[in-house]
């Protein structure tokens, strides 16, 4: 039998934030080539920048796929996918500058325009609004109080600094209260991934295969980790993050965390601030963690099913990334098949599982009420 | 029934190694506090060096459980552990500086060292050599033939920097040459960690807890897959990795590296190098990679077992490391339960599963011949 299917891990960058970017010559910005016959390049990163680069290798081709709710509505169609939860992808606002403009006013833009691309396809669209993190806190909390109310917004995106200096700064406290209070689950995206020496001498020759495949879901295991040993998620038992990248490495190294809390020696002031004996990571991941699927394994979804339980894990696709290398997209995507495949084997003998982690799970979290018709063909 | 027990990544300093460090005043040493009542401590880390930390914090106490046959046999004793396969703790040799002194001729001494500890307790003792790694090329290779003579040596241990730029650099190959001939696995156990400062700035809250927790897992999970996007496992198809900590995190983070391999835009020269089109990460973790159990979760030693398979997760204690904060470590020990928790949580429902990763996979893969009577108790 049919049952809905909902993606939770999915990007678009609206006009407002495009405009935004076009207007900019550092990064992030995105830059038009002199051809007109040529795509626009979103370069994000300034190692996307170098003055080595011929302009046709900065950055990445940023199409309607990007952009248009039509092309992310046709791309669901093509895979059975019911509703998209959609979230403007990195960097998000993070970089910009108060002291030429004001980022709140800037995120309110976004956001109204993100709520106003789903209004195009109600029942089928929602989305995740974006913070504008480098305004004083007072703003920050009142965009939070504010996309509370827009119909379509189901929760924010944040990536991993935070106002500046990590999610475990206690300068986010004024943020997780007012998104515990609002009900507003938070999504932990990374954009930065590790300092590029990491990956060693060699790591140009495999392209952007190590920062993408370790240094983004590695980032994401760091930032959690240090949001759970600074007691965040004792402070606010009540705050939702749902972690991207099926939570990077955390569902894995759970277990050698909390080991390693368990064996410390030294005195933790965290531990006092956090208010006595710290809350275990079993405990914080059966509590406040969501995470997506994206992880295009089975054995990392059962992983992730075992950690949060699998009533908490949602699937998704990350589209428009990782599209088809040979072709145009035009066939079925093996990024979505690789994830849907996952699911299936995980969940082999556990039909309702896998609606759950599907679609059903994401549709009660976010009290998503999809349209008529809308039951979804992804199998 | 009983069925025997082996510890497959448990480390002791012998006495050759011991009389290196004390005998020197920089990282890596011994350092001998003025009270001769105190334990003498270990330094591997310039970290753990600081000016400002007093001598009594300085690195670590290092007694009788990193350096004594007996404690050792004590240990495993007291948990029902039928035989263990030592190997050299980190840091190793890497760091020997060949102008004052032939570090091959240390490595002998050590090998032989610990080669004669097992003579101590036949049969229920066996060990990883140590490499000259800041040798000549062709006295490492002879060293690894050297070793596969000695009766109780059954593998080699290397960190992740290798000759000197990682393992996945092309003069490591006749090493691999060298151990795929001699059919010795190689454990590859982390040592350097990530840089500090991605931890960010309020990491000394928490101790040790996110260098020991996270910094070693990802710098073992970036060092294996650079070594298979350098194609080390196309040009040596029968080299034997045991990856420690259960990989890092490289059964959860496999299916991602595979799918960022299949969608990476750019062409890579690693490829070309390996011949062709890629072999598989999939294949790889199936034809060339063994895992410890050493990974404090059942969710964890699952997706172990699911990546490489089930007779090829091997379970350890990493003694004489997480010992009771607690107490003198005279009872079971947190640590070791931890693991053999998650071996019966995870093989529930299959006694030979769990008898495999207890002890028989690692009787099998290294050749193991048990004295009589060590059947095992540990359940």
């Not at 054995?299 to 040979?326: C, I, M, N, Q, S």
């Not at 072709?327 to 990024?335: D, L, V």
Request: charged share 20%; with cysteine.
């Amino acid at each position: 039998m049919a049952s809905p299917t909902v993606d939770i891990h999915t990007h678009i960058y609206p006009s407002s934030y495009i405009r935004l970017l076009s207007a900019r010559s550092s990064t992030p910005y995105i830059y038009a080539p002199a051809d007109p016959a040529e795509c626009p390049r979103l370069i994000i990163l300034p190692t996307d920048d170098s003055p080595s680069l011929p302009p046709s290798s900065r950055g990445r081709p940023i199409d309607g796929t990007y952009t248009s709710a039509a092309a992310k509505v046709a791309f669901m169609d093509q895979h059975g996918i019911s509703a998209s939860v959609l979230s403007l992808a990195n960097p998000w606002l993070d970089w910009l500058d108060p002291s030429s403009g004001d980022p709140a006013a800037v995120a309110r833009d976004i956001n109204d325009d993100l709520n106003a691309v789903c209004a195009l396809h109600p029942g089928r669209l929602w989305c995740f609004a974006t913070l504008p993190l480098s305004a004083r806190p007072e703003s920050i909390v009142a965009e939070i109080r504010r996309v509370k109310g827009l119909p379509f917004v189901r929760g924010v995106i944040v990536g991993t600094s935070g106002v500046g200096d990590g999610l475990d700064d206690a300068r986010m406290d004024p943020l997780w209260e007012a998104l515990e209070q609002e009900g507003l689950p938070v999504f932990v995206h990374p954009h930065y991934g590790l300092p590029s020496e990491v990956f060693g001498p060699r790591r140009e020759e495999s392209g952007h295969v190590l920062p993408l495949s370790l240094g983004f879901p590695l980032e994401t295991t760091i930032a959690f980790f240090r949001m759970y040993l600074a007691g965040v998620f004792s402070r606010f038992g009540g705050l939702k993050v749902l972690l991207a990248h099926a939570g990077g490495a955390v569902p894995f190294l759970a277990g050698r965390v909390q080991s390693c809390v368990r064996h410390e020696r030294s005195s933790l002031p965290a531990l006092a601030r956090a208010g006595g004996e710290r809350e275990s990571v079993w405990n914080v991941l059966d509590k406040n963690v969501w995470l997506d699927g994206v992880v295009y394994s089975a054995a990392g979804l059962r992983a992730a099913t075992e950690a949060v339980g699998k009533d908490k894990v949602l699937w998704g696709t990350d589209h428009p990334f990782f599209p088809p290398v040979d072709g145009k997209g035009e066939g079925e995507w093996e990024s979505v098949r690789t994830n849907v495949d996952a699911v299936r084997e995980a969940f082999r003998d556990d039909e309702n599982g896998a609606r759950g982690v599907l679609g059903m799970n994401a549709i009660r979290l976010l009290g998503l009420k999809l349209g008529p018709g809308e039951g979804g063909t992804l199998e």
